[in-house]
């Protein structure tokens, strides 16, 4: 409709007034989502008046459907709440190589039909395994996550609001493009880490994220006004969902935008492709609107590339990063058993794994057909190396609002730019920004003699920075060295023996939104695992040794059933695989030294000197 056009493009006040009528018509929507529920018997906001009952629901569907269902705790509020979860799957208490797929609502707790959606969607899926295709292929071939209601501290009581019980946006919460004021720091909130924890054990491949209202179907990003890297893919999967609706695509910052949010936080650190959908209170709520978009929508976890990652000599599945040419933002192998998938539209492709201590490898011609899966595995040699794995965090140093245009917003890096080895892309941070990088689990940086991580500026731009480094991703992070250009790093400088994050913030001042804002960051290498040199070998060496390894080959073996043999046991830590522990982080052995902290003490610490951000009235009543 022709609505959201003007949404789209009207000044923020008439946007807030229509907010306004519609968050007052709550009474209005209760009725009409009671009345779409008993012609599908679905459950309501009204049939499920608190937490406890949506968790009882989904206690319900375990025991309903105990083969493919799975109820647990994804974690627990600030009141202390229970956040409910529920896994469905095939062998739903074993994890296996399969795509996995995360569906969530009620972020913000004012937003009752969110959740209703997210247990319509359970409702299909389960009722229908067996009998509408769909559901059963999804079942068959993926993990989903489903967790209805993320702010039950805000969806309980006699006035539902917004944010949690601290009083913080936690769809502002999430450590990707960050902004300080909200929350004290990146995933300050049990609620936001309580999704993080879950996605980082998880691996997500695809997302959907329920608000209200709108009538948009919202894609990334959301902080920056260009298309994600992906733009056909990302543009496609808009329109399947769209398609069957009389929804808009919008991509965020078109809409209006936003930082600190679940689909930037996905794409930008994990690769996982979160949309936002903004349900309407239209007469049409639910599955006669939203059931052929779901439908259409989540089968695209089941298409493109996908394989196992593992060392070469012991067969062990690595923690592995997965790039694709034509470029787009790379996804990471699931560390419990080295699958990755990668949704691809159909077409030609180039396939590169690279793994810290060992040799990359690309496969070429590795061909996607329409509706499956085209495996290819890699056993990589070790081969010294060591660079950053994954963006942890990424952090602005002021709110980007309706006053900065596409055209005022210049710089197009992107925080995955700084990954890997030096090779001429990087990223140019925020003037008073930060960026935190894993430098993997299995491989941090470890206190040797001399420069133990060396900070590489890929055009030697002026900018000062500062370098921390902690064990954990919350910190504490401890400041090791300060300079311009190169910067060595020695975590004896901060009295650490070991860390596997490490935190750059940009000290120089200056507008963020430039071409070239701030500090350009190629690489990060940790020289404490690769011998001796610790002489910056900046050489572009873009080994695109193609093939050469990897068996693979492209054997598209039809039917959508991805997952090869269920999971290869390994590890037997059966049911609950999914639920929070983020573990791993080696022990934090700071031996107490007095150390320079950041202020805030987490990867996602305030960064000095930035501007404190009030999301203002907007923010408070608009959907997402
Ligand atoms: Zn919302």
Not at 163 to 192: H, I, T
Not at 206 to 226: A, S
Not at 301 to 317: C, H, S, W
Not at 547 to 570: R, W
Request: aromatic share 8%; hydrophobic share 35%.
């Amino acid at each position: 409709m022709n609505r959201s056009v003007e949404y789209c493009h009207g000044g923020r006040a008439s946007r807030v007034a229509a907010a306004l009528a519609l968050a007052c018509a709550a009474a209005i929507f209760t009725t009409q989502a009671a009345a779409k529920t008993d012609e599908r018997g679905l459950p309501s906001c009204s049939t499920f008046a608190s937490n406890d009952e949506i968790g009882a629901a989904l206690a319900g569907y375990e025991s309903t459907y105990a083969e493919i269902a799975d109820a647990f705790t994804v974690g627990t509020s600030v009141e202390g709440r229970a956040i409910h979860g529920l896994k469905i799957s095939t062998d739903v208490d074993v994890e296996s190589e399969e795509p996995e797929i995360r569906i969530i609502g009620a972020i913000h707790g004012n937003e009752c039909l969110a959740a209703d959606m997210v247990l319509a969607i359970a409702e299909w899926l389960l009722d229908g395994y067996g009998d509408d295709p769909v559901a059963s292929d999804l079942i068959d071939g993926a993990e989903l996550v489903l967790v209805p209601l993320v702010n039950p501290d805000g969806y309980t009581g006699t006035a539902a609001t917004r944010k949690n019980a601290n009083g913080v946006d936690l769809n502002r919460n999430f450590g990707f493009a960050w902004v300080e004021g909200d929350g004290d720091e990146p995933f300050s909130e049990p609620e936001s880490r309580a999704i993080r924890d879950l996605s980082q054990a998880a691996s997500f491949t695809l997302g959907l994220t329920y608000h209200t209202i709108e009538n948009y179907v919202n894609g990334p990003w959301n902080y920056r006004p260009e298309h994600p890297r992906d733009d056909a893919l990302v543009d496609a999967m808009g329109e399947a969902y769209a398609g069957f609706s009389t929804y808009d695509v919008v991509f965020g910052w078109d809409w209006y935008p936003i930082t600190g949010d679940v689909n930037d936080w996905s794409l930008g650190t994990a690769g996982t492709f979160d949309w936002t959908i903004e349900l309407t209170s239209d007469t049409n709520l639910y599955w006669d609107v939203h059931g052929e978009g779901v439908a259409a929508f989540l089968p695209f976890a089941l298409q493109g590339v996908a394989g196992i990652v593992t060392d070469a000599e012991t067969d062990a599945p690595l923690e592995a990063r997965i790039r694709i040419a034509p470029e787009g933002e790379p996804v990471f192998t699931d560390p419990d058993l080295g699958d990755y998938h990668r949704i691809l539209l159909p077409g030609t492709y180039e396939v590169t794994a690279e793994a810290n201590g060992h040799a990359s490898a690309t496969t070429t011609s590795v061909v996607v057909e329409e509706g499956l899966v085209t495996f290819v595995d890699f056993a990589l040699a070790p081969e010294d190396g060591s660079y950053a794995l994954r963006v942890n965090r990424m952090e602005m140093p002021e709110v980007i609002d309706e006053g900065y245009s596409a055209s005022s917003y210049l710089n197009d890096t992107v925080a995955s730019d700084a990954l890997g080895e030096p090779d001429g892309a990087f990223y140019s941070m925020s003037p008073e920004g930060a960026i935190c990088l894993d430098m993997g689990p299995t491989t941090p940086v470890v206190d040797v003699a001399g420069d133990d991580v060396e900070v590489l500026s890929g055009t030697g731009s002026g900018d000062t920075i500062a370098v921390y480094a902690a064990a954990g991703e919350d910190g504490p992070f401890v400041l090791l060295a300060e300079g311009s250009g190169d910067v060595g790093a020695d975590l004896a400088d901060g009295a650490l023996a070991e860390a596997r994050f490490v935190r750059i913030e940009d000290t120089t001042s200056g507008p963020f939104n430039d071409d070239e804002a701030g500090y350009d960051l190629d690489a990060i290498e940790n020289t404490s695992l690769s011998g001796s040199d610790t002489d910056t070998d900046t050489d572009t060496d873009t080994d695109t040794d193609s093939d050469s390894d990897t068996d693979s080959d492209s054997d598209t073996d039809s039917d959508s059933d991805t997952d090869s043999d269920s999971d290869s046991d390994s590890d037997s830590d059966s049911d609950s695989d999914v639920d929070a522990d983020t573990d791993t982080d080696t022990a934090t052995e700071t031996d107490g030294a007095a150390v320079a902290m950041t202020p805030g003490g987490g990867c996602g610490c305030a960064v000095a000197g930035s501007t404190s951000s009030s999301n203002g009235l907007l923010a408070l009543l608009l959907g997402r």
